[in-house]
């Protein structure tokens, strides 16, 4: 099966709100990792990444939190708006040696805004 | 900047014909990606390119699938011939030089097979 998975396939949460989307991965040898946003009809937009010798980075309204003991990674969205309903992708870089690698996304979370 | 470009957006074909998509990628970007995105699902790698070089095609269904990057620019990928299986998005997705660094996607070919 694939290593990267989400814990919760759809998310609904209040504008305004801060949502939490989590993601478990299985190989402890991934040294990169990246959120993507994808709407409706487009492709998987880049939101944020983060490398294995980090626990946490932030940007704008969203922070990546990496937990390597337990191969957890997070990505939260502060306030919450309408625009960010979209289904939400990580994907691990499995790292097969030299500088390149597998990028393996999970099968996504679909988060729901309600106004 | 410009983004990640792919032509055609929808492309209806049938069983046993023939397609071909193309991508071009962002100006300076040397790795080039090919995705195939099945409904609910994440996108799937098909092969690798760094400038004309193949770097990993290891879930390419090469019987029937094949890509070329001629010039380290621009690429194509072909179907031939086609399956009802194949219906999917092909994504194409560059980066700078390594798959860990950010990569950024074009919107895709939706292909549905009849």
């Known amino acids: 099966g694939e290593s990267v998975g989400l814990h919760l396939p759809t998310l609904s949460v209040q504008e305004g709100d801060n949502s939490i989307i989590n993601c478990a991965y299985s190989n402890s040898a991934s040294d990169y990792f990246i959120w993507y946003k994808q709407e409706s009809g487009k492709g998987p937009q880049f939101i944020i990444d983060?490398?294995?010798?980090?626990d946490k980075r932030q940007g704008q309204r969203v922070t990546v939190l990496l937990n390597k003991t337990v191969k957890h990674l997070s990505l939260q969205i502060a306030a919450t708006q309408p625009g960010d309903s979209a289904v939400y992708f990580c994907a691990e870089n499995m790292n097969y040696g030299g500088s390149q690698g597998n990028l393996i996304f999970g099968k996504g979370t679909k988060l729901s805004v309600k106004p | 900047e410009a983004g990640v470009a792919q032509s055609p957006r929808y492309k209806i074909i049938e069983k046993r014909q023939s397609v071909a998509f193309w991508c071009n990628p962002i100006s300076g970007h040397a790795t080039l990606y090919w995705y195939q995105q099945i409904l609910g699902q994440g996108p799937k790698l098909l092969i690798q390119f760094q400038n004309n070089g193949v770097v990993d095609d290891s879930q390419l269904p090469k019987d029937r699938f094949s890509a070329e990057r001629l010039k380290g620019v621009d690429s194509t990928l072909k179907i031939q011939p086609a399956k009802l299986e194949d219906s999917a998005v092909y994504l194409c997705?560059?980066?700078?030089?390594?798959?860990?660094?950010?990569?950024?996607f074009g919107d895709g070919t939706r292909l549905s097979i009849l």
């Open positions: 997705a560059s980066s700078l030089e390594h798959s860990n660094q950010p990569q950024h």
């Open positions: 983060i490398r294995s010798n980090m």
